[in-house]
Structure formats: structure tokens, C-alpha cells
């Protein structure tokens, strides 16, 4: 198997580890997208022709040797035949065309059409940017790469006129990739055979050889050498001695035809080539996504490669062997579902062309169909034709109908209509007779969403006086369908969708009834139970199956008429329910957590859930015994136990759970008036973020106890007592936190200013709490019970909440403010947090969180300096940049070590998924500057208006920094930045743009970040 890599993920592997293994296919740009990604770092390089396998063990030794120092990153990097004899995996033998190695193996470098599109787009003319694509191409079985090497040989050859020339012969030559032969040959033969089978004669064979590019014969040598397990570098010698005692003779050769989609050739060649290797192909996508258009180009790449093939479709025969039978839904206007069926038992190799519901109902799938996804071909299409960057069945079927994109309602009533016709004549076969057959199935769908589950169509289709077979491929359908148009009824000459639409809460109730008396009578309550608390609880499934698994699953996800049919399953089932408490498991881990043991951060959270996972796996069964404790016991203990579990599952994300039992558990809170309860009931209501207030406050009124609980709830109803005032800050510090979720500044400002006043308060009371009801009160909102822990907390929140407040000083800062008050006014917010995060950082890796904001952090840090004018300051803040990448990697982070480094004038590498203020640096600082300019014209940058780009920070200097490289008066730009722009990076970067300093203004760029 071949796992893809790009230049991204070797960089995210380089953070991750200290060795790294890259490998490719010669000239696919291994040894320089290494280079460019990091600075520090050993390089080893595994030899790309060897006389003797045990030349690999040198290699071995001198990577040990390099693992002792852990100073660098080490890379390991070579071509995959070379990686597989270094590894061990193959050994080198005779040469042989039996069994040859045809795959590619292991992890490959691969640059695919979307990755190189834009390299060529510009500089070729249109037409030929197909003719440079298929010199680069290489399609292997199981696997297909453009090669960047040939990219820049095949742009060079068309600047000379040259690659009309010379691409027959590569495209000849390629079959060696796509169609390795197998034959009963040995040794030398054995090599020279794959390049003597694609010519009439060895003569002109050598002539079209002789037409090659040094780097094509590299590619062929080494295809050839790891085909048939041979020492690197052995067929070359046999080859070239071969060449020397022939002649040559000009080959026939045929024209390449170049009138493929741009996008689509990549796929169209990989289509073709898994075809000519006699393997099933499926190709899948909604209606209107290119699937014909790609299925034409691929037959047509197919045929060009060999006519000997014959094209047929199923209802046509062919004597014979070589031939494709292509099933296509959209063929002769449209084939039907039904006579589908019977094409797939036709031998031969198939070209399925399917919509996703069709493969699905015929089992259409891999590992005997080779998958190819169509929406993922045609999105390319649309971004690079477009310049749209979202992607949609409506947006596919506006651009291949109308070429532009119209009114989206319009279009989605347009793709409607289409997605009926085809559902009406694909699947009922253009028979208004089928539609009346199946019409209580698709009026419930449309009440209540698709796809419906095959036992629950039975169940309808039999109330409904309609004979079912038992083998029903109609129900299949309607079990994978999820996109169902209404306007089907038009087809519907009989009416008989409105009629049983009207009649959809009468299904819906039989539905309902036949399943309940089932659970009744099979005593299978908790399995019904288990189907409640997968849909209407936590809403997924787990590893448990329960008994109704077929009225309620389709493909292992709840059906959408599941959460109809199962809403009110508690009322309805409470009469049958009983006592659970025997069953309820005692030893599960999450317990701890309430057993007094201080939890003090996410990473321990996190211990705990991945510790409880297992169990919470198979949580299902408890679910039920957890229900029916709530419901019917009055035992405390048994109570506590069923609360202590629905707690636990609340903390895995099951909040609907408490919303669902909070009205049984009020009542049993009311009815035995224990504390503990209250303390279970608020820890519920705080993790599920569910209050009712009435409840909460009759709740209150039970004991003084339970009013300081309730008082977590409660954040705006104010305590006196010391342990009240407690229960305050506690609220406030909650409330906070949700306000900064939920983006609500106002109300998060406010809060935090009462928090930190409280705090104050609390801290000035804290002695006089009883230590034991303290520690309840704690751990009923924290997961620890230390009344130093919990103020420590607060504190630690109350410094996050500030620094959260100093970011957003800094990020919304407008003209109108006096900028110095502004950022030392951030900086200061932020200081006390910072220095948290700095002691942090010194001791583990920092959360997510931690990582977004100590890198704000640092860049008012820099803002402060850069304004302060502080030599010194600024550069030592740059370094800090530069050591955070370090350890922490994203785009946004790598982005700003190279722009700390150009700003310290020091080396840097520049991969290529770097933000956009980076070329902006390079340009500024005269490199690449003609790379910019053509990567600005590409976003045309340079022709729209300065106010369009203004919500894109990075973009809207990018115009300014182009417009003044093409020599452009860009005072007018500036100057509506500065008074426009949100945020200080413009005023900053353009203070020091005017004063020519271009080592702060690149400095700068970092805050564009």
C-alpha cells in the first residue's frame, strides 16, 4: 500500500519526530522540499545505484551513529525501491518477469494535479498545458504523481518547440509504469523485454529511446530495476550495452491527442491504466458532477494507449477477451435499477459509472472496484475555473449547466427537478405505477427524512395492504437514500403521496405501537431502552447493538424517523419499568473523581476519560439499569450510585441525558431530601449546561446546604456568608468561561470585572469556611475539593480571562484610539498569564489554547517594542518567535519564524505553505520578487479595489507592497488602511514602510498573522 505524503505532513512529522523516513519515485523533488523546510537539521541520502546490497549496511551504521546526538533532526531520504532493500522488505535476485514488484510501496512524495496546476497555468498557453501534464504524469496501478523535474523539463522543451516532438515517445515509454508485462522470461531478457514489447522492432524501439530526456531514461532504469527486484542500476548497464549493438530506426509514432479537461487528466490516465490492468472501476458522484465527461476522456486515454480493446455496453456482446463493459446509470437516456443488477453478473472488466445511492444498493465497492471520486476531481475544476473555494452539488450542476453561478435558490430548484428525473426514471423506471407502489415510503421519507431503515419501509408497506417480497431491492433504496426532492409528486398521477402524507402521524403511531408491543412481549424494555439512549441521548452508536437495531440503523447511524419514533419512549414505558439498583456496576474509574482526589488539570481529565473509555464503550446495557434506577427506586444510595454514572456520561458529552431525567430526578431531590442529591443534581446541571430555574430554585429552598449549591446556578443571586460567597465566585468564574464560548464580549467584560472583585472577596474569607462543606462546595463545580487549589484556579482563570481581554484590545483596535495606551494596556493584561505560560511551557508542551495565546501574547509583546523603537527589545522578541516554532508547530507559527529570521537577516528556508505576508517579506527584501508579483496577479490582487481586501489583512498589504514594486504612488492605499483597518498591524507596518526600515516592517508583518 502507497501512503501519500506532501511537503506538509514530512513537516508535522519533523515536529513529531527525531528521524524521518521520505520516500518517492526519482526527481519528485524529495532531496529540495527537505531542504526547504527546516534549517537544522542531518540529511542522510541512500545511494541511487549500488553494486552490492551490503553497501546499505554503511548506511545503517552511519544513522546509528547520528542517533546519538539528539541536537538535529535526522532525514532519511531515498527512492522507494531503495527504501524497501534498506529496510529489508525485498531482497535482490535474478531477474524475472513472473512475479514482478508493480506497486508502489511505503510512503511517497506525490504532487498530484491541484498541487501544480497553478505552477503552469499562466506561463503556457491553454491549450497546451495538457501536453506538459502528460510529459510529467507517471500512473502506476496503484498510484499516480506529477514529477516536478519533468514540469521544468517539459516547460523548457515546449519554449523550444521541442516536446510535440518528443511526447509520443515519453507517452509510449510511460506503459512501463502503467502496464509492467508478466511473462515466463529470465535474466537479461527479462530486462530488455518491457522495452522491446512496445515497438514492431529492437530498431525502433532504440529510436524513440534515443528521443528521451536523460531524466526519463533515469525513471525507465530505475521502473525497470525495481520491477524485477534487481540491484539498483542493473538494467541500466544492460540496457545501455544492448543499445550499443543495434541500430536505430525512426519510429512510427502517433500524434498525442491533447483535447483533455485540464483538471480531469490526472484521473482520466489513473482510470484508463487500472482498466488495461483488468481491475473493476467505479466511478461515483452526485448528479451533475462530471462523471460522463471524466468517463468519456478516460475511455479515450484507454483506447489511444491500446485499440485492441473493445468498448461495449452490457446489453451488447463481444467475442473478444479484451473488452470493458461500461455500466453507466445516465447511458441510452437512463438505464434502470433493476436491469442494473443483472450487468454486474456479466464477466469481464467493468467501468461502473454510479451515483453514490446506486453503488451502495448494488454493493458496488471496494476492494473489488477501484473507487474514484468525481466531487473530488470536479471541486479543482470549479476552484481553478471558478475561483471559488466551497464546493456543492447545486454550485457543480450551475458551472457544467450555465457556466456561471446564478441565483442559489434558482439553482437548487433547477438540480430538484434533475435529481427527480432521475430518481423517476432510474429507479421506478419512468412507471407512475411503481411511484403509487412505494408512495407510503417516499411520503413518510419526505415527513420524516431519509434514509428510512428496510424493516421500518416493511412495516409501512404491510399496514399499508401492500405485499412485500422478501429480497425487496426498492427497500434497499429507500434505506440508502438521503436526498429525496419533493417535486417526485409530480409524477405522481394518482395522488397518493398527499393522500399518505396526510396520513404520516397515523404511520407514524403504528410505527410506534408495533414496536412497544414487541418490547412488551419479547420483555425486551431495555433493549428499547438502549435504542433511546443511542438516538435520543447520546445520539451515535457504540460497540452495543441492541434488538431494534433494524427498525431504527442504517449502515450503523440512527435513521432520521428513529428520533420520531423514540422521543416519548420513557412515558411510554414507564409503567413496565423496575428497580435497577443490583445491577449498576460499582468499580468504574471515572469514580475517582469523586471520591476526593484533586483532577487540576485537562491533561489529568483526560487520563481519566481515556482510562474509562472501555467501559463507556459498552456503556449501553448500563444506561438502561441507570433509567430505570432513576425512575423507580427511592433508595439514596442506589441513587447516588445512577447519579454518579449519568455524570460520567455527561462528561463524555451525553448532556441531553440530564435535560431528558432532570423533572425524576427534581422529584426524588423533593420527595427524600437528601444534600448529596442536591450536590449530583448541580454538578449534572453544571457539565450538561441544562438549568431550570424553577426547579433549581424550589431546590434551594430545601436547606442551607442546598441554597450554596444552588447558588453555583444561580451567578446573579448574591451570597452573604463566607461559603456563599464561595459559591459566588465559583458562578462567576463558570459564567465567564460560557461567555467566551459563546463570543458574547459584552457580558464576558462584566463578568470577569465581578469575578475579579469577588475573588478579592473570597480570598479575604476563605479561613472562616468549613473546611469539609468548602470541600464539597469545590468539587461540586471543580474536580477538586482544596480550598488553596480552587482560589489558585480562579486565579489562573481570572489571568486567562484578562490576557483573553488584552488580545482583544489589541486585535479590534481602531484609529480613533490612542495606539501606545492601547498596547501597553494589552500587554499588561496579558503579563500575569503569560508568565504562567512561559513557567508552563519550561516544564511540558502546552494545549491548544495555551499555544493561540501565548503566540498573541507574543505579538503585542513585538507591537509594544516596535513602537517603543527599543533596538534590542524587538530583536529579542523575534528570537522568542523563532523558539516557540521550535517547539510548537502551525502554519501561522512557522510563517513567523521565517519572517523573524529574513527581519534578523539570517538564513531561511521557505516551503511552500507558508501564509501570504512571507512573499510580501521576500519581495521587500529583493528576493523573489517576480514570484510575488505573479502569485498576487494569480489571487488578482492587483485589480481589485483596496476595500475589498480589507477584512484580509495579509491580502490588503499585499497591494500595497505590489503596487509599490511596480513603482505606483501607494499614499492613497495607506492611507485608507490606517484609517479603516481593525487591528495595529497597518499603522505599525506602514510607519516603518514609509521610513524604508525594512527589517521592522518585515518584523511587522508578523502581527498580519
Known amino acids: 500500500m502507497v501512503h501519500k505524503i506532501t511537503e506538509l505532513s514530512i513537516m508535522r512529522r519533523l515536529y513529531q519526530k527525531d528521524i524521518v523516513l521520505v520516500s518517492g519515485l526519482p526527481f519528485s523533488g524529495k532531496t529540495s522540499t527537505i531542504r526547504n523546510l527546516v534549517d537544522d537539521l542531518i540529511l542522510v541520502e541512500l545511494p541511487k545505484e549500488i553494486n552490492d546490497i551490503n553497501e546499505l549496511d554503511k548506511f545503517k551504521d552511519k544513522i546509528n551513529e547520528l542517533t546519538k546526538s539528539k541536537d ?110 508478466t511473462k515466463d522470461i529470465e535474466g537479461e531478457d527479462a530486462v530488455l523485454y518491457p522495452l522491446l514489447s512496445l515497438f514492431p522492432s529492437p530498431e525502433e524501439m532504440k529510436g524513440a529511446w534515443l528521443k528521451l530526456t536523460d531524466t526519463w531514461k533515469e525513471l525507465i532504469y530505475y521502473r525497470i530495476d525495481s520491477a524485477l527486484k534487481i540491484l539498483p542500476g542493473q538494467s541500466k548497464k544492460i540496457i545501455s550495452k544492448f543499445l550499443e549493438k543495434i541500430q536505430e530506426k525512426d519510429p512510427k509514432l502517433e500524434k498525442w491527442d491533447h483535447t483533455y479537461t485540464l483538471e480531469f487528466l490526472e484521473t482520466d490516465e489513473y482510470i484508463a491504466t487500472q482498466l488495461l490492468n483488468n481491475k473493476n472501476v467505479l466511478l461515483l458522484g452526485p448528479i451533475k458532477s462530471g462523471k460522463t465527461t471524466i468517463g468519456k476522456e478516460a475511455i479515450k486515454n484507454l483506447l489511444s494507449r491500446d485499440n485492441s480493446y473493445s468498448i461495449v455496453t452490457p446489453k451488447e456482446t463481444s467475442a473478444g477477451e479484451k473488452k470493458i463493459i461500461i455500466i453507466d446509470y445516465h447511458a441510452d437516456d437512463f438505464e434502470t435499477l433493476r436491469h442494473m443488477t443483472s450487468y454486474f453478473k456479466k464477466s469481464g472488466t467493468k467501468f461502473a459509472i454510479l451515483t453514490p445511492d446506486l453503488a451502495e444498493v448494488l454493493n458496488i465497492k471496494e476492494p473489488k472496484y477501484s473507487e474514484v471520486y468525481s466531487v473530488d476531481v470536479f471541486k479543482h ?59 407510503p415510503l417516499i411520503a413518510t421519507g419526505i415527513k420524516y427524512g431519509f434514509p428510512l431503515p428496510s424493516k421500518i419501509s416493511r412495516t409501512i408497506l404491510e399496514y399499508t395492504q401492500r405485499k412485500v417480497e422478501k429480497k425487496d431491492i426498492f427497500l434497499k433504496w429507500f434505506s440508502v437514500i438521503t436526498n429525496f426532492p419533493q417535486n417526485i409528486k409530480e409524477k405522481d398521477e394518482s395522488g397518493d403521496i398527499g393522500t399518505y402524507e396526510e396520513k404520516s402521524s397515523e404511520i407514524l403511531e403504528f410505527l410506534k405501537k408495533t414496536i412497544f408491543e414487541e418490547a412488551k412481549s419479547k420483555n425486551l424494555i431495555d433493549d428499547l431502552l438502549i435504542s433511546y439512549n443511542q438516538t435520543i441521548l447520546r445520539n451515535y452508536i457504540l460497540a452495543h447493538s441492541s434488538r431494534f437495531d433494524s427498525y431504527f440503523l442504517v449502515n450503523d447511524e440512527m435513521a432520521p424517523i428513529s428520533y420520531e419514533i423514540l422521543k416519548n419512549t420513557i412515558q411510554d414505558v414507564m409503567d413496565y419499568l423496575t428497580d435497577a439498583c443490583k445491577n449498576l456496576p460499582e468499580d468504574v474509574v471515572l469514580f475517582d473523581i469523586f471520591n476526593s482526589k484533586n483532577i487540576i488539570s485537562d491533561e489529568d481529565i483526560n487520563k481519566l476519560l481515556e482510562s474509562s473509555m472501555l467501559y463507556y464503550a459498552n456503556v449501553d446495557k ?164 482544596s480550598m488553596d487549589m480552587a482560589i489558585g484556579k480562579m486565579e489562573n482563570d481570572l489571568d486567562k480571562y484578562k490576557m483573553r481581554l ?100 539570517q538564513d531561511v528556508k521557505i516551503p511552500s505553505y507558508v501564509n501570504f505576508v512571507v512573499p510580501i517579506a521576500m519581495a521587500i527584501n529583493g528576493k523573489n520578487v517576480n514570484e510575488f508579483l505573479r502569485v498576487a496577479e494569480l489571487f488578482e490582487i492587483n ?33 485608507y488602511l490606517d484609517k479603516n483597518g481593525t487591528g495595529p498591524m497597518f499603522r505599525i507596518a506602514h510607519k516603518f514602510l514609509k521610513e524604508n526600515d525594512k527589517s521592522r516592517y518585515i518584523a511587522s508583518l508578523i502581527l498580519f498573522l
Not at 529489508?88 to 498530484?112: C, E, M, Q, R, W
Not at 484610539?817 to 494596556?825: I, S
Not at 480589507?950 to 507592497?961: F, S, Y
Request: hydrophobic share 40%.
Open 72 to 181: 538535529k533532526k535526522i532525514v532519511i531520504e531515498g527512492r522507494n525501491y531503495i527504501v524497501e532493500l534498506y529496510l529489508g522488505k525485498i531482497k535482490p535476485g535474478t531477474p524475472s518477469l513472473k512475479n514482478p514488484h508493480v506497486d508502489i510501496k511505503g510512503n511517497a512524495l506525490t504532487f498530484n494535479t491541484r498541487d501544480i496546476y497553478r505552477l503552469i497555468y499562466k506561463e503556457i498557453d491553454k491549450e497546451d498545458v495538457t501536453k506538459i501534464l502528460e510529459y510529467s504524469l507517471i500512473t502506476m496501478p496503484n498510484y499516480s504523481t506529477y514529477i516536478p523535474k519533468l514540469i521544468e523539463e517539459g516547460k523548457e522543451l515546449y519554449s523550444k518547440g521541442k516536446l510535440d516532438e518528443i511526447l509520443p515517445a515519453v507517452v509510449k515509454f510511460k506503459e512501463i509504469y502503467s502496464r509492467f508485462p
Open 381 to 439: 475544476f470549479v476552484e481553478n475555473r471558478r475561483n471559488v473555494h466551497i464546493f456543492n452539488p447545486y454550485l457543480s450542476y450551475s458551472i457544467l449547466k450555465s457556466q456561471k453561478i446564478d441565483n442559489i435558490k434558482e439553482l437548487k430548484k433547477e438540480y430538484m427537478k434533475d435529481l427527480s428525473e432521475y430518481i423517476y426514471k432510474v429507479i421506478f423506471e419512468g412507471d407512475p405505477n411503481l411511484i403509487k407502489w412505494y408512495s
Open 622 to 785: 448500563d444506561y438502561a439499569y441507570v433509567i430505570r434506577t432513576i425512575i423507580k427506586s427511592n433508595d439514596k444510595n442506589c441513587l447516588l450510585k445512577a447519579l454518579k454514572l449519568l455524570l460520567v456520561y455527561n462528561l463524555f458529552g451525553e448532556y441531553a441525558s440530564f435535560k431528558v431525567l432532570e423533572k425524576f430526578i427534581f422529584d426524588k431531590i423533593l420527595s427524600i431530601k437528601d444534600e448529596d442529591l442536591v450536590r449530583y443534581y448541580v454538578s449534572l446541571s453544571l457539565v450538561s449546561k441544562y438549568r431550570n430555574i424553577d426547579h433549581i430554585k424550589k431546590i434551594s429552598e430545601l436547606s442551607p446546604m442546598s441554597r450554596v449549591y444552588t447558588l453555583l446556578l444561580l451567578p446573579k443571586r448574591e451570597g452573604r456568608s463566607p461559603i456563599e460567597i464561595l459559591a459566588n465566585a465559583i458562578s462567576l468564574d463558570i459564567l465567564a468561561e460560557k461567555a467566551l464560548k459563546k463570543d458574547d464580549l459584552k457580558t464576558f467584560i462584566k463578568t470577569v470585572g465581578e469575578f475579579e472583585k469577588k475573588l478579592k472577596l473570597l480570598k479575604s474569607v476563605a479561613k472562616r469556611i468549613n473546611k469539609e462543606e468548602g470541600a464539597k462546595v469545590i468539587s461540586t463545580a471543580f474536580m477538586i475539593n
Open 806 to 905: 488584552g488580545l482583544f484590545y489589541f486585535d479590534s483596535y481602531t484609529p480613533r484610539e490612542d495606539l501606545k495606551d492601547t498596547l501597553k494596556l494589552a500587554e499588561s493584561l496579558c503579563y500575569p498569564y503569560y508568565n504562567y505560560l512561559i513557567r508552563l511551557n519550561s516544564k511540558s508542551s502546552l494545549m491548544d489554547e495555551e499555544i493561540e495565546l501565548l503566540f498573541g501574547s507574543l505579538q503585542i509583546r513585538l507591537a509594544n517594542s516596535l513602537i517603543s523603537g527599543k533596538s534590542y527589545d524587538y530583536k529579542s522578541i523575534l528570537n522568542d518567535f523563532i523558539d516557540f516554532a521550535g517547539k510548537y508547530y502551525t502554519v501561522y507559527s512557522l510563517s513567523a519564524k521565517i519572517l523573524a529570521k529574513v527581519a534578523l537577516n
Open 943 to 975: 485589480s481589485k479595489d483596496i476595500s475589498e481586501l480589507l477584512n484580509t489583512p495579509a491580502l490588503a498589504e499585499a497591494k500595497v507592497v505590489y503596487s509599490l514594486l511596480k513603482g505606483e504612488n501607494v499614499d492613497n492605499y495607506i492611507s
